[in-house]
Each structure stands twice: as structure tokens, then as C-alpha cells.
């Protein structure tokens, strides 16, 4: 990666939600272990894609990096310095956030125009001129003309204009970061593209630094310049997005590809009895993934696996990918056969 | 890279007005409105149309004098006199009391005091429950925990007796209108508080609230002008309600003799309350003076009607299923269709029902044939035409996916064609055969046309040989027994042969084919995932082996690995049992792995048909060629990708011709007139409803590309033997 420093890094970020378990006398809380130690920084005009199922902890790391709410460990840095508390207006003035749903995420009784004109308002940043930067922005998303659109209520718009109302409530600020939390899953699939582009546009020409938090990894792949994978609230590969997708280090990540939709397909998945994501009430030992793991070797029941370099910007939190001397020094497990390693590093 | 805009269908069109300020214009909220209006204006001027003044007494002309018998001349006793109220008459529209007062006087004064308190009252409650609930429900914690409290207790104090002695206390009350309606406020305002806090905690969390909070928005904007219009029709609906209990609460004080006396120092108000309690104290009923009691008893009644209607109109508004309920049925006289409807089955027009055709099947293996069904929301003029004129196929033991977008009509085509879609949806021609040959059990052996079918043939075939698995079936578990309970009750009613114990083995080999363990028949469905729930569903669905499995995005809800397990048990299972399925999704890179044909639908219509690997390799339509460039893939070299510019079309604004023609590049003069409809092309097994292969047209290259040579299934099991 470059040397540049990150627009917005989050350092070890640690999430736990505190659920009731039993009734009664005997309820106790018990930690949802949501997002474990989690870092991730994100580069002006690059677009990082968080990738996992539902409950590796994609959106709460990214309402943790727009200040919706407070890790309970690690640190989340704007510009190399940690974010003041209490989500200040400065803060929001940079980073902004766009939600999975476009039809719950602008309010049903304000038009178009409300909903772009109060964050210039809030920042001060339009005065009296705010009808032509409403319209300059409503152009921006190619809502064309947007005279058309700014006095429309949200249910007056298709999904795919809402969306990009709220993209464009988001550029309002003229942030330099952008969250975009599952932005296309709620859409039909003949607009998605569309709105990816947009997002793909935008990070060029206005130089933003994009988070793209998704479950489809094919659309990662093509919008995304870095691939971030998560498991169970833990991080369990990165990686450039074609190398990735084409020589992935994890067995989880290689799950998730086998898993996918892919018409050219050569050979069909083999996928039974993998089992179900690891429970976050009590996670298991060790790699959080080894249940389902088809190489998992002793250590990994034991020993959480270290991030590993596999490759040129490229790191994996497999045991596989640790020589194996290295590895029974670390823990005295008896590895098993090492036949994926030299699989994986012959690709 | 261009971006596409997106164009607006109707650029005409005037603005709609917001929701908000529409409300229901029944003829009930009509009504209520009138009443609470003449209520309204007789509050307001009906005191300056007083003929007298309410307290004034003329007891030489305003009453009768009747000697009181056994006193007068001859008795030896002084003639005694005692007053008779009159009845009305011009000079005393409601006739006099027996204190020699003017009624009609007293009803218009005590109209404006009763409406002002209840007003007044509902004001103050509503500003405290408004105060109380949303911060409450958004601030939330400790702020929540203590306001919550406070409403609380004053909830678990019962109203009328905390009224009675607040009143008693306050020997002013009765002559303040602020003081009374005051008092009442507080017995009142704790039902809207809890009221307004549930909805603030559920709008909390909204993310149209999140985004303004990421966008620097303060606390009390959040409140004032996120949250705030959003619950104005519960504000609504509960502020009439509390006018309501105010008046009713002033009016049960007064009658008690509790908010002073209008002629007492200091002196009360006239209200209804204290127009009955002077009536019914003096004999006003036993008398027959009707014309003193009963006014402002038909008052109260009058005005609690009115806002009682008034709140239909807002319930209606905030449910709107309330609204549809019954209005079908309206609709379908008002325009002139007759509608054969019977509950539980999808209503049917006469003329689509009557429609006797030939039944027999177009190929032997045929087991599911849709012809020529059209299936519209709604009559008339305004009905919506969701699915138009559909044929299709669905041979035995084959997957035939149908492909679509939102608002496409895919569902609404598999639900209608069993039945399942509710009034206002209404069949309106076409046919559903059913070539029934039931692998075990006693199904029927014969071909039934599901459309003029009736609910006794039509429980027969739904289920045990037609099972149907929605993208919400997860959800359609029964949370308060466990899964195995669930198999039991079904298999007895439907396998009655079977003894529990064969029950229960056969429970158990359902789920273990599924890919569950036998135990998890002791779980309730809330202790599943949504896979496993899923799961238990489809294993359900199987339990009679239906002949045909219609699975409705079954796998949409869940994760990607999941999806992929349980599609992959799903295909075991169909080459294992030869259950049809017909599969129903808006991700076409999934049916092309799963699917022996595909359907693609668009804008309520079928618009190409192929055998899934022909239809993947060589679209021939061009909206099936745009929609399989929608998914990016997933080896080689990243390019951009353009989709399809625009967006899908509104059902009730199809653009003329082929509905597809404003996103189409290739569209030619003729595709903006004449509507394409599917017709065979050179090929295996293909139809297109395209007016580029038509008649000589030219073909794109790109919709010209040769058939493959294989099927996907083909493909993949050759690959499986090497």
C-alpha cells in the first residue's frame, strides 16, 4: 500500500453488545462479541469493500467509523489524529454515511429538497444560494432535470432515485469520506450497476475515500480496490480485489467465492454440511472459523491465527499460511497434511 | 465511465400532495366531520345567539303553577303553588326548566364551556404526552427509565376517583376553565404518552433518523422535525381521543356535583354535565320533561360519535389495510365485473372462469400449464394489469426458473395461478391445468383448471400436490410449538393412516433430507437460524411429495453459503423424489446454475423462454442480454460494466408497445406501438417476444449469437464424471 496517511483509520476497533440471557432471577448479560479487534484504514479515491454474511460485523465497523456509536476499544482517526468525542459537526462535515435501504433512509414527509438542503444548512456552507447547489447535486447523481425532482416526496421516486437522493444528500457536505452501507442490495439488479458506477465516478472526482460494505463479492470485485473479508466479527482476509477473487488465501473466503453465483462456473460447488456462521454469544476457540474449516488442524482450535503476508499487499488470519516448524514452535499441535498450503502457494 | 440518468416516466404529472394531509374521504369521516363542525361553530358563536341569559329565572312566566292538591280555596288550607317547567314553544325552543331557566339558553353555554374544556384538556395532555414520550423514546437510558416511570404511575391511578378528589380539592376549579381542563390533562395525558414513546423508540432507529444524525443534525431539530410529522397521525387520532374522554370526564365531574354550581359562588360553568345533574335531581325524568335532560344528553352522544368518526378516517389513514377491506368488492360492481369470490381463493371474473377451453395437455409431461392468464389489482379503470396474457410450461421432474425484476409479476403470476393472492388481485382470463398423477397417496388422477376450480378441490390440490415455499416462509413457523409438533399435526390430518410413531420416524427422515438433524425437531422455531428455519419449511412443503414445489425467491432472505447449501439439498431432492419446481428469483446468474429452463418476465409479461444455458450464452431478447451484463463477473479482467439505463416500469404507467422499448438501444419505431407477444424462434425450444426477430428485422449481432450446443446440466455433469 502507499505510504500516504489514511483519510479515516479505525486501530483495533472492539464492539460488544450486551444481550439478556435467561429470564427472570437467573437473566444474565452476555457479550455479543460483534466486531473483535478489528483494523481498517481507508485511502483518498480508493474504494475498500467490507465482505462477509450477515453478522460479521460489516455495519457495525462501518456506524463505528461514521460515529454512530462508540467502540468500546480501539481508536478511530481522521487524518492520522483520534476523533474527539461526542461526534462533533466537524466530524460529520467529513464523513458521511449512505444506508442499505433507500426506502427507509429519507424521511417520508420532507421533499427531496429538505432532505439536501439540511446538511448545508447544518455546516453553514450554502447561504441563499442553496436552490442551485440543491440542483447542482440532484445533476451530480444524474437525477436530470432536477428541477423535476427537488420538490418530489420519497414515495413519488423509484428505488434507484432514492438511492441516489441519498447519495446525494451525503456529497452534500462535500465529505471526504463515504460509507456506503450495502447501497445496492435493496435495488433492482438493472440499476444496480448504475449506482455503483456513480459511486466509482464519484470517488475520482471527488477524490473521496470509499468504504463499500457488501454481502456480493461479485460487485465488490468490480467497484472495490481492496477486498476486506470478515468473519465473525474478526478480519480474515485482505487483499488487492482481483487477487482476491482469483487466489484467495482463507478457506473462508474460499467458501464464500464457491458460494457465490457464477454462470461459468466450471465444476459445481460442493458446499453440505459446512455448517452455520459461528454463534457471537460464545465464539469458538482459537480461528473463529475452524468448525467449518475443512483444513483445520489442531492449532487452530486452540491458538487464534496470526495475519499473515501471503502476498504483495495481501494478508491472511490462517494457520496455513504459517511454516510449519513456526507453527509448532507457536503452539506443540501436530499439524495436519500441508498439501492446501502448497495448493494455495502454487496459484 | 457516463453515467445514466435516470429519466422520469411522467413529466407532467402534478405533484401529489403529501400523505400527511390526505385523509380518507369515506362518507363515516364526512359525517364526523359535519358534526364535530357544527359542534365547532356553535362553541364558538352560539353564545352571542342566546335569547336569554342561562341563569335568569322569571318564575311569574316561565313555568305553569299548579296548586298543589289538598291547599286553596275550601281546603282551609293557603293555596300552594308548585312550578311545572314548559315544554318548548317559540318563545322557549327547549322549553324552561323547573327553576323558571331558559334551556336552549343553557345548551348553547354549556356547548362552548363542555368543547373548551375537552379541547383545552386534550391540548395540555397532548403537549405533556408529546413532552414525555419522544423524549423519552428517543433519548432513551435513564431519562427514559424516569419519564417512563412518571407515566407510569400515573396510569396504575385509576382517572375518575384521582378527578374527583383533585376537583374536590380545588374549590375554584369549577369556575376555570384552565383549572378544570388542567385537572382532567393530568388523568389523561399517560395513555398517548406510552403511545408516542413506542413509536419514537421504532422511528429511534430508523435510518432516515441515523442519516441525520451522521449528518450533524442537533437533538431537538431531530425531534421537532424528523421525528415529530411522522407521528402526527398518531397525535392526531390520540389528541381526538383525549378531547374525547375530557368532555366525557368534565361532563361525569359535573354530574357529580363537583365543578361548582353555575349559580354557587364561587360560580361554575354551565356545562352538559351540569345541565343533567340539575335534571335528574329534580325530577326531571319521572316528570317526562324530556325537553331538559335530554338535550345535552344527546349532545354528549352526538359529539363522541363525531370524533369517533373522525378517528375511523385517521385509523383507516395509518392502517391502510382497513381501508382496502371491503372496497374490492365495491369496486368490482361499480365496474360492472362479475367476480366469483370465495374465501381464501384468489376472486376470479365470471368471463375468465367461463372460458371452458380444451384441457389437455400440450406435451405428455406437462404437469403445470399456464394459459393465457391475466391477473389484474383492482377493476375498472383503475385496475393494475400485473400479468398479462402469460403462458408457461412446467414439465415433470424439470426446474423452470422465472426470472424478473420488482414489480416484473412473477409472483403475482405463481400465486395467481394457485390461488393464493388476495382480493383486490382478480384473475381476469386464462386457464391453470393441472395434469395431476400423484406419486403415493390419494391425490386426484385427472387434469383440473385451477382457475374455475373450487375451495373443496382446490384444498386438495394445494399442499399435498402443489407446495408452495415463500421468501417469508421462514417466518410462517408457529413460534409456540416446536418443529416436530408441527410435522405431527400435519401428518395427521393429511397421512391419517400413519400411527405416531411412524409420525414421527417420518418427521424425522423429512428434516435429515433436508440436511437437519433429527433432534432439532425438539426446537422451537425461534432457537433456528433463518436456514434452518428455511429448511424445516421445505421439509414441510415435501412432507405429502407434492408433484409440483413453486418456490418464491426461497433463499433471498439468507446468506450467501446457506443459500448455496440449501439450493444445492433442493436439487438432490427434486432428482431424487421428481418433484417439478417451478423457481421464482430476481438473480438470474443463480438460475442459470439451477435451472433446466427460464422465463424471463418484464412489465407483467413473458418475454423470452429458453433452455437455461441457451438463454445465458446466446440471449435473444434484449433485456435478457442487458439484465445477464447486471452481474459482474467473477474472473478475469475488471471492466465497466454500463447496465441497463432507466429504471423498471411502474405497473401503473406501462409505456406504450413493449414496455421494455425506453431502456432498449435497439428499439425500433414499431417497438413504441405494437406490443410483442412470445412466439417461437429458430432454436431449441426458444420464444421471444421481440419485435427484432420479427418479420425481416435485422438482428444485433449481439442477439444473434449461436446456440450453445449443450445444456448447463449437461455441462456439469460431464465435468462431475471426469
Redesign the interface.
Known amino acids: 500500500m502507499t505510504a500516504a496517511v489514511p483519510v479515516l483509520e479505525g486501530r483495533n476497533l472492539t464492539k460488544y453488545f450486551w444481550v439478556k440471557q435467561g429470564s427472570g432471577l437467573f437473566a444474565r448479560k452476555a457479550p455479543v462479541h460483534a466486531v473483535d479487534n478489528v483494523s481498517v484504514s481507508l485511502e483518498a479515491r480508493k474504494v475498500t469493500a467490507f465482505v462477509g454474511e450477515s453478522g460479521a460485523g460489516k455495519t457495525t465497523v462501518a456506524r463505528i467509523l461514521a460515529e454512530i456509536i462508540k467502540p468500546d476499544k480501539g481508536t478511530v482517526l481522521l487524518d492520522g489524529k483520534p476523533v474527539p468525542p461526542g461526534r462533533p459537526r466537524s466530524y460529520a462535515r467529513q464523513v458521511q454515511m449512505v444506508f442499505q435501504d433507500p426506502f427507509a433512509s429519507l424521511n417520508p414527509v420532507h421533499r427531496v429538497r429538505h432532505n439536501l438542503e439540511r446538511p448545508l444548512q447544518i455546516h453553514h456552507l450554502a447561504g441563499r444560494r442553496s436552490d442551485a447547489v440543491v440542483d447542482a447535486l440532484l445533476a451530480r447523481v444524474a437525477l436530470k432535470p432536477p428541477a423535476q425532482f427537488a420538490d418530489r416526496f420519497p414515495h413519488e421516486l423509484s428505488g434507484g432515485q432514492r438511492q441516489r437522493v441519498a447519495i446525494a444528500r451525503a456529497l452534500a457536505v462535500r465529505p471526504r469520506v463515504l460509507i456506503a452501507d450495502e447501497p445496492v442490495s435493496m435495488l433492482d439488479v438493472s440499476i444496480r450497476l448504475g449506482v455503483l458506477n456513480l459511486i466509482a465516478d464519484l470517488r475520482t472526482e471527488e477524490n473521496l475515500a470509499v468504504l463499500y460494505i457488501t454481502h456480493d463479492i461479485a460487485s465488490a470485485r468490480y467497484l472495490a480496490d481492496t477486498i476486506v473479508v470478515m468473519y465473525a466479527g474478526q478480519l480474515v482476509e485482505v487483499a488487492p480485489s482481483t487477487e482476491l477473487t482469483d487466489s484467495p488465501a482463507h478457506p473462508y473466503t474460499q467458501l464464500l467465492l464457491s458460494a457465490a453465483p457464477d454462470p461459468d462456473r466450471t465444476q459445481p460447488p460442493h458446499l453440505k454440511d459446512r455448517g452455520a456462521p459461528a454463534s457471537l454469544l460464545a465464539p469458538p476457540s482459537g480461528c473463529r472459523f475452524h468448525p467449518r474449516c475443512p483444513h483445520a488442524m489442531d492449532v487452530c482450535k486452540r491458538k487464534a491465527p496470526p495475519n499473515i503476508t501471503v502476498g504483495a499487499d495481501h494478508i491472511a488470519a490462517c494457520w496455513l499460511h504459517v511454516d510449519p516448524a513456526e507453527r509448532q514452535a507457536s503452539e506443540n499441535g501436530t499439524p495436519a497434511t500441508d498439501q492446501v498450503v502448497s495448493d494455495s502457494q502454487k496459484r | 465511465?457516463t453515467?445514466?440518468?435516470?429519466t422520469?416516466t411522467q413529466?407532467t404529472a402534478p405533484?401529489?400532495r403529501?400523505?400527511?394531509l390526505r385523509l380518507p374521504r369515506s362518507p363515516k369521516v364526512i359525517a364526523g366531520l359535519v358534526i364535530l363542525g357544527v359542534f365547532t361553530v356553535v362553541a364558538l358563536i352560539g353564545r352571542f345567539f342566546e335569547p336569554y341569559s342561562p341563569n335568569q329565572t322569571d318564575t311569574q312566566n316561565w313555568v305553569q303553577h299548579v296548586l298543589v292538591p289538598g291547599t286553596g280555596e275550601g281546603t282551609g288550607f293557603p293555596a300552594n303553588y308548585y312550578p311545572l317547567p314548559l315544554p318548548p314553544s317559540a318563545a322557549h325552543l327547549l322549553g324552561t326548566t323547573v327553576f323558571a331557566q331558559d334551556v336552549w339558553s343553557q345548551l348553547l353555554a354549556s356547548t362552548q364551556a363542555t368543547m373548551f374544556v375537552g379541547l383545552i384538556a386534550a391540548v395540555i395532555a397532548t403537549v405533556l404526552s408529546i413532552i414525555f414520550g419522544v423524549t423519552a423514546g428517543y433519548i432513551g437510558g435513564t431519562t427514559d427509565e424516569g419519564l417512563s416511570l412518571i407515566a407510569n404511575v400515573s396510569l396504575a391511578i385509576p382517572g375518575l376517583p384521582l378527578l374527583i378528589v383533585l376537583a374536590d380539592y380545588v374549590p375554584s376549579a369549577g369556575s376555570s376553565l384552565i383549572i378544570v381542563a388542567a385537572i382532567i390533562a393530568v388523568t389523561t395525558w399517560a395513555y398517548t404518552a406510552r403511545t408516542l414513546r413506542a413509536q419514537t423508540l421504532s422511528l429511534r432507529n430508523?435510518?432516515?433518523i441515523?442519516?441525520?444524525?451522521?449528518?450533524?443534525?442537533?437533538r431537538l431539530r431531530i425531534i421537532g422535525?424528523?421525528i415529530l410529522?411522522?407521528l402526527?397521525p398518531i397525535v392526531a387520532a390520540s389528541f381526538l381521543f383525549t378531547t374525547l374522554s375530557g368532555i366525557y370526564a368534565y361532563v361525569a365531574i359535573s354530574f357529580l356535583g363537583l365543578a361548582g354550581s353555575p349559580t354557587g359562588s364561587p360560580a361554575g360553568l354551565w356545562n352538559w354535565g351540569e345541565m343533567l345533574r340539575e335534571g335528574f335531581a329534580n325530577n326531571a325524568v319521572r316528570g317526562g320533561w324530556w325537553w331538559w335532560w335530554a338535550p345535552p344528553g344527546i349532545c354528549v352522544a352526538l359529539l363522541g360519535t363525531g370524533l369517533a368518526l373522525v378517528n375511523f378516517g385517521i385509523d383507516e389513514f395509518i392502517n391502510p389495510r382497513l381501508r382496502t377491506s371491503g372496497l374490492s368488492a365495491k369496486a368490482a360492481r361499480k365496474a360492472g365485473a362479475h367476480v366469483s369470490t370465495t374465501l381464501g381463493l384468489t376472486p376470479v371474473t365470471r368471463k375468465a372462469a367461463d372460458g371452458a377451453a380444451s384441457t389437455t395437455a400440450s406435451t405428455p409431461d406437462a404437469v403445470l400449464e399456464i394459459r393465457g392468464l391475466s391477473v389484474d389489482y383492482g377493476f375498472g379503470d383503475e385496475a393494475v394489469h400485473a400479468v398479462s396474457d402469460c403462458n408457461l410450461v412446467l414439465r415433470r421432474g424439470r426446474v423452470l426458473g422465472l426470472a424478473g425484476?420488482?414489480g416484473s409479476g412473477k409472483t403475482t403470476l405463481a400465486l395467481a395461478a394457485i390461488r393464493l393472492l388476495r382480493a383486490p388481485a382478480v384473475i381476469t382470463k386464462g386457464q391453470v391445468l393441472f395434469h395431476s398423477k400423484p406419486f403415493t397417496g390419494d391425490g386426484p388422477r385427472a387434469t383440473i383448471d385451477l382457475v374455475a376450480a373450487g375451495p373443496h378441490q382446490m384444498r386438495e390440490v394445494r399442499w399435498s400436490e402443489i407446495a408452495v415455499v415463500l421468501q417469508s416462509s421462514l417466518n410462517a413457523l408457529n413460534p409456540v410449538i416446536t418443529i416436530g409438533a408441527q410435522f405431527e399435526d400435519m401428518l395427521r390430518v393429511h397421512r391419517p393412516q400413519l400411527d405416531r410413531d411412524e409420525r414421527h420416524a417420518r418427521a424425522v427422515e423429512l428434516v435429515e433430507m433436508v440436511?437437519m438433524n433429527g433432534d432439532r425437531l425438539r426446537s422451537y422455531p425461534h432457537e433456528l437460524?433463518g436456514?434452518?428455519r428455511q429448511r424445516s419449511m421445505i421439509a414441510m412443503a415435501l412432507a405429502l411429495e407434492p408433484q409440483v414445489m413453486i418456490l418464491d425467491e426461497p433463499t433471498t432472505a439468507l446468506?450467501?453459503?446457506?443459500?448455496?447449501?440449501i439450493l444445492?439439498?433442493l436439487m438432490g431432492l427434486r432428482d431424487r423424489l421428481g418433484f417439478a419446481a417451478l423457481f421464482i428469483t430476481?438473480?438470474?446468474?443463480?438460475l442459470?446454475?439451477l435451472a433446466d429452463d427460464i422465463a424471463v418476465m418484464y412489465g407483467g409479461r413473458l418475454m423470452e423462454r429458453a433452455p437455461a444455458n441457451a438463454l445465458?450464452r446466446s440471449p435473444r431478447l434484449p433485456y435478457t442480454h442487458?439484465?445477464l451484463h447486471?452481474?459482474?463477473?467473477?474472473?478475469g479482467k475488471?471492466v465497466?460494466?454500463?447496465?441497463?439505463?432507466g429504471?423498471?416500469p411502474?405497473l401503473r404507467d406501462l409505456p406504450s408497445g413493449c414496455a421494455f422499448h425506453p431502456?432498449c438501444k435497439w428499439a425500433l419505431d414499431r417497438c413504441k406501438q405494437e406490443v410483442p407477444v412470445l412466439a417461437p424462434i429458430p432454436g431449441p425450444n426458444r420464444e421471444v417476444a421481440c419485435w427484432l426477430h420479427r418479420d425481416g428485422a435485422s438482428v444485433p449481432p449481439e442477439l444473434s449469437l449461436p446456440d450453445p450446443a449443450e445444456t448447463i446440466r449437461d455441462?456439469?455433469t460431464q465435468?462431475?464424471l471426469q
Open positions: 465511465m453515467i445514466d440518468s435516470t422520469i413529466t405533484l401529489r403529501a400523505r400527511v430508523r435510518d432516515f441515523e442519516a441525520s444524525r451522521v449528518s450533524g443534525e442537533g422535525v424528523e410529522p411522522n402526527i425484476e420488482s440436511g437460524s436456514g434452518m446468506d450467501v453459503v446457506t443459500q448455496r447449501e444445492e439439498e430476481h438473480d438470474l446468474s443463480l442459470v446454475e445465458f442487458g439484465l447486471c452481474f459482474p463477473p467473477m474472473h475488471r465497466p460494466m454500463e447496465g441497463i439505463p429504471s423498471p411502474d431502456r455441462r456439469l465435468v462431475n
